[in-house]
């Protein structure tokens, strides 16, 4: 268990509809990042928060929006759903910048 | 933004062999590289880092190389074993401004042959 915790574990929806990820992250870490996998696909960087402040943001459509809250937990706002959106959503949170980042299990996606 | 390569993206080994994986970065001021393993289903977890001050790093079997002048770090894993077949990733990130991402490279699925 790395301390990282993402709900929901599954979801499926339909296209065009819009659902919510939710990160926990490890107590104390104050940087969230959220990454997209693809099937046999990398780590595709989609956006950081550094205590409750967007930091840098990668190659993140405009039909998906982030937040971090003041207690530190974020979420990943996925809209109008696209059946290329079926993905694994991982977040992943580090006490700071150039420190290991911890993996939450995952949100695994299915846009039907 | 930082552009992180990695080669092979697959490689079969056979059991008691090493394995060599290659990244390159782009961004000079990265200063922080980890590796992540990724078991079939499970989350990304670190195996090993280094930092730009360190040129070699070892854990066991595992080592990492850096070499800050050609932008490249290798991770090497000598007398694979069955447990060792998964998905590694190398990232680079640079440190000390907090505002850039830890960018991973697209992956390398190692398979070692009992």
């Known amino acids: 268990d790395s301390g990282v915790t993402q709900t929901p574990k599954h979801l499926i929806t339909a296209t065009g509809q819009r659902v919510t990820l939710r990160c926990s992250p490890r107590?104390?870490?104050?940087?969230v990042y959220w990454y997209q996998q693809s099937l046999d696909q990398g780590l595709q960087f989609l956006i950081q928060?550094?205590?409750?402040?967007?930091?840098a943001k990668g190659n993140i459509l405009e039909r998906f929006s982030a937040q971090q809250f003041p207690d530190l937990h974020s979420e990943l706002n996925l809209s109008s759903l696209e059946l290329g959106d079926s993905a694994l959503y991982f977040c992943?949170?580090?006490?700071?910048?150039?420190?290991?980042?911890?993996f939450g299990q995952g949100t695994r996606l299915t846009v039907v | 933004g930082e552009n992180v390569e990695q080669h092979p993206s697959t490689l079969s080994v056979q059991e008691g062999d090493s394995a060599v994986i290659k990244c390159t970065y782009s961004?000079?001021?990265?200063?922080?590289f980890p590796w992540y393993k990724q078991e079939l289903g499970k989350r990304p977890q670190l195996i090993i880092d280094?930092?730009?001050?360190?040129g070699e790093k070892k854990d066991q079997r595992i080592a990492v190389t850096l070499n800050k002048t050609a932008k490249h770090f290798s991770l090497h894993i000598t007398e694979t074993q069955p447990e060792d077949s998964a998905v590694y990733f190398c990232?680079?990130?640079?440190?000390?401004?907090?505002?850039?991402?830890?960018?991973f490279g697209k992956g390398t699925r190692l398979s070692v042959i009992a």
């Open positions: 992943a949170s580090s006490v700071g910048a150039g420190t290991e980042a911890f």
């Open positions: 107590s104390g870490d104050l940087s």
């Open positions: 928060y550094y205590n409750g402040e967007e930091r």
């Open positions: 961004d000079s001021a990265s200063n922080y």
């Open positions: 280094i930092r730009s001050n360190v």
């Open positions: 990232a680079a990130h640079e440190g000390n401004s907090g505002n850039t991402p830890l960018v």
